[in-house]
T-cell receptor, first 115, second 113 residues
Framework: KAGVTQTPRYLIKTRGQQVTLSCSPISGHRSVSWYQQTPGQGLQFLFEYFSETQRNKGNFPGRFSGRQFSNSRSEMNVSTLELGDSALYLC??????????????FGPGTRLTVL | AQTVTQSQPEMSVQEAETVTLSCTYDTSESDYYLFWYKQPPSRQMILVIRQEAYKQQNATENRFSVNFQKAAKSFSLKISDSQLGDAAMYFCAYRSAADKIIFGKGTRLHILP
């Protein structure tokens, strides 16, 4: 079974631009979560989607948004990029809601650099 | 608000020895889950072990085991017979039922040959 895939793997943008990251979960998984990983702040939860509905949201500004499609694929969008948005963005999928008795499987991440 | 604290930013252990990574958390919930994740250099994060708070028995997965002290809100990870492949960043994480996951800052583990 194919793992979680994220595209693109690397991205360079300039301040003020917008970016869209994509995540394809493991086949059959209905839950997708997004995380931002930086050296200073560590791993921070962005949002979680389950069956196209946002179930949880972290403490990020409204510039960060996401959605999930009927095939469980998910996208996250960051508008008006700031230097501080440079990070590794991780996506994780699970069959049911993440963090319960179900296991989350992580993708390789998208490394976003904002210049 | 729930918090997760890993007090050891970095640790080293000799190959074949045993090492314990510390994690404490703060919560007022009674029903929650705790996890240890491993992130090897330039590789994907994987779940090492998880513990349901309602279970008194400590979880074990091969060479990995936890010491779960609910009253003390402590959740340490013990790695026995350390191997070179265990070198990674280890994250402790907490989640209450149907709520978001909170990660600690991580502990970078070095294995000395």
């Amino acid at each position: 079974k194919a793992g979680v895939t994220q595209t693109p793997r690397y991205l360079i943008k300039t301040r003020g631009q917008q970016v869209t990251l994509s995540c394809s979960p493991i086949s059959g998984h209905r839950s997708v979560s997004w995380y931002q990983q930086t050296p200073g702040q560590g791993l921070q939860f962005l949002f979680e989607y389950f069956s196209e509905t946002q179930r949880n949201k972290g403490n990020f500004p409204g510039r960060f948004s996401g959605r999930q499609f009927s095939n469980s694929r998910s996208e996250m969008n960051v508008s008006t990029l700031e230097l501080g948005d440079s990070a590794l963005y991780l996506c994780a999928s699970s069959f049911i809601l993440a963090g319960t008795t179900d296991t989350q499987y992580f993708g390789p991440g998208t490394r976003l650099t904002v210049l | 608000a729930q918090t997760v604290t890993q007090s050891q930013p970095e640790m080293s252990v000799q190959e074949a020895e045993t090492v314990t990574l510390s994690c404490t958390y703060d919560t007022s919930e009674s029903d929650y889950y705790l996890f240890w994740y491993k992130q090897p250099p330039s590789r994907q994060m994987i779940l090492v072990i998880r513990q349901e708070a309602y279970k008194q028995q400590n979880a074990t997965e091969n060479r990995f085991s936890v010491n779960f002290q609910k009253a003390a809100k402590s959740f340490s990870l013990k790695i026995s017979d350390s191997q070179l492949g265990d070198a990674a960043m280890y994250f402790c994480a907490y989640r209450s039922a149907a709520d978001k996951i909170i990660f600690g800052k991580g502990t970078r583990l070095h294995i000395l040959p």
